[in-house]
């Protein structure tokens, strides 16, 4: 079995910071692409950003600048570093993780974790 825990969110005031964890655990054999995404009260859930194994990142054009994406490959985990928070940042955040298993690669997700900027 495999999971993938986050930590840190809670209230921020906007212009503040945050720091989101995330550590997979379990039996597998590598983790490929790690993200993070990210769902609002009422809209869709969208990708914040990703990194893949060798380090190459993406994100998205609202939080570039301001939101920073690191993993450690050896401690299997994956880091968001939120900066200039702005209440639109709101909503609940998870991680998500492509691991192969046995034979197969499959895709993970976090159960989430609850990030409010308030204005």
């Known amino acids: 079995q495999v999971q993938l825990v986050e930590s840190g969110g809670g209230l921020v005031e906007a212009g503040g910071s945050v720091r989101l964890s995330c550590a997979a655990s379990?039996?597998?054999?590598?983790?490929?692409?790690m993200a993070w995404y990210r769902q609002a009260p009422g809209k869709q859930r969208e990708v914040v950003a990703r990194?893949?194994?060798?380090?190459?990142?993406n994100y998205a054009d609202s939080v570039k600048g301001r939101f920073t994406i690191s993993r450690n490959n050896a401690q299997n985990t994956v880091t968001l570093q939120m900066n200039s928070l702005k209440s639109e940042d709101t909503g609940v955040y998870y991680c998500?993780?492509?691991?192969?298993?046995?034979?197969?690669?499959?895709?993970?997700w976090g159960q989430g974790t609850q990030v409010t900027v308030s204005s």
């Open positions: 379990g039996s597998f054999f590598r983790i490929y692409d």
């Open positions: 990194i893949t194994r060798g380090g190459g990142i």
């Open positions: 998500n993780a492509d691991i192969l298993r046995l034979a197969n690669r499959q895709n993970y």
